[in-house]
């Protein structure tokens, strides 16, 4: 039986299997070297919730250290600074009045840092990882090691704002950690959180591996999120950047799809394109179709507002 969806509890369908082998064969081939025998706990499929659309892994059983101390070891498994970073300062300043706000998740504070010249913000941060936290606290910012239910005990009631920066696709029970996460808004106050669309726009070749389980276990998209909405009785806003044009976006899926990620750039794109013209006509028209929010093509990630009303 299909696990049920691990935010509304409707049924659940199989898309398809992802064995543990495939799975550790896409991460060595996005890192270039194999991951170690426990990082991928065991063999997955990929279900979608009948009632809501969240796609989701099942048995949801994230990835643990061994997955985590692995991808952190690599330079380019770290953000530098996020799209979104800048329109969530956009909305604090909008706000036009004193803002308490927790990053969870936090980090060495990357996000947090951006703030530091908003007066009106008082921002705080937790985090699980004591090397993180360490960091970020020599930068001056309020980053603690804390657990989610130590402050909900504290301070629950209080926040106005509460951030997680890809931190939602994680975790093995979204649900449970939103209902949660709302116990911390003051009246009015919001969860701001960014995840991965889904499929993202490069998926249209193949799944990447680094959203799927164990990595990501929960799949995104507007129908999943107005689900998430209704469960959590908060109010729904969403913001996209702008989606690259469908034409440009071919031109690269289709000189991956051949040549694999990211090995042909520029104007030698053109010869194979023209060379593999039928597959390149297939990529543009699955881009020229790609599903539209709010009236645009969606872009790769969406920044999400659940607000207390
Ligand atoms: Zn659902």
Redesign the pocket.
């Known amino acids: 039986m299909t696990a049920k969806?691990p935010?509304?509890?409707?049924p659940g369908r199989i898309l398809r299997r992802l064995p543990a082998s495939e799975l550790a064969g896409g991460l060595e081939a996005v890192f270039g070297a194999p991951p170690p025998s426990d990082a991928v706990p065991g063999d997955y499929d990929l279900a979608e919730?009948t009632?809501?659309?969240?796609v989701y892994a099942d048995p949801m059983l994230a990835g643990g250290g061994a997955l985590y101390d692995w991808l952190t070891s690599f330079p380019k498994y770290h953000a530098q600074g996020r799209w979104e970073w800048a329109k969530l300062k956009e909305l604090l300043i909008a706000e036009g009045r004193p803002v308490r706000l927790l990053e969870l998740g936090a980090g060495q504070g990357d996000f947090l840092a951006t703030l530091q010249d908003l007066p009106q913000v008082t921002a705080q941060g937790i985090d699980l990882a004591e090397r993180s936290v360490a960091k970020a606290q020599a930068r001056g910012l309020d980053v603690r090691k804390a657990a989610l239910e130590q402050v909900i005990e504290e301070a629950a009631g209080t926040y106005d704002a509460v951030v997680l920066s890809h931190v939602l696709e994680h975790v093995a029970t979204p649900g449970a950690l939103m209902g949660a996460v709302k116990n911390l808004l003051a009246p009015g106050g919001r969860i701001l959180f960014s995840v991965p669309y889904s499929p993202m726009s490069r998926e249209y070749l193949h799944d990447d591996v680094m959203n799927l389980p164990p990595h990501h276990m929960t799949r995104w998209n507007i129908r999943?999120l107005e689900?998430l909405s209704r469960v959590t009785g908060l109010a729904l806003e969403t913001w996209m950047p702008k989606a690259k044009a469908p034409w440009k976006r071919a031109l690269k899926h289709t000189c991956d799809k051949v040549w694999g990620e990211g090995r042909v750039r520029g104007l030698a794109r053109m010869p194979v394109v023209l060379a593999n013209w039928s597959t390149f006509r297939q990529v543009l028209s699955d881009h020229r179709n790609r599903e539209r929010v709010g009236g645009q093509p969606a872009a790769d990630t969406v920044l999400v507002s659940l607000q207390k009303v």
């Open positions: 969806c935010v509304c509890s409707g919730c009632a809501c659309g969240l999943a689900g």
